[in-house]
């Protein structure tokens, strides 16, 4: 594995979005989950818009590229608004464990029959324990 590196990195991601949820819990409850949920894209939208600018223009590129590959613009929102109404009820801990297995279960269906342009990686034993450890953990933590 020569990328090694990339390992903290995701970690690091990681521990951000159990940040972000702990965050937008208090925020929704305060100012509704619609809006906590907007709060959180514009601020992100500001800090890509303001990077973007000094990089090299791309949009045609990007828009040129099959419709279909956009629609993951769909998914960031629809994850913040889960994240904004689930964490006050279930806690930051049930909240992203539910999360982290539904993302690791979609993943692990993507990869065994390489959806959406992925390489194919075959789904063995230790996945699928890897992904029943997680749905242990799921029911223990509730």
């Known amino acids: 594995m020569t990328q090694l590196w990339i390992i903290p990195v995701v970690v690091l ?3 951000g979005l159990s940040v972000e949820a702990g965050l937008l819990g208090p925020l929704g409850a305060e100012v509704g989950h619609g809006w906590a949920t907007l709060g959180i894209f514009a601020i992100g939208s500001l800090l890509l ?4 600018i000094f990089g090299r223009p791309r949009l045609g590129l990007m828009f040129s590229k099959p419709r279909w590959l956009l629609t993951g613009g769909i998914l960031g929102p629809v994850y913040v608004a889960a994240l904004t109404i689930a964490t006050p009820h279930i806690g930051v801990g049930l909240t992203m464990v539910g999360i982290l297995f539904g993302q690791v279960g ?3 269906i993507i990869d065994h029959w390489g959806l ?3 390489a194919k990686r075959q789904v063995d034993r230790y996945r ?3 992904l029943v450890a997680i749905l242990a953990a799921l029911w223990l933590i509730h």
């Open 13 to 15: 991601a990681g521990m």
């Open 49 to 52: 818009t303001f990077g973007l």
């Open 106 to 108: 979609a993943s692990l």
């Open 116 to 118: 959406l342009g992925s």
């Open 128 to 130: 699928i324990g890897a």
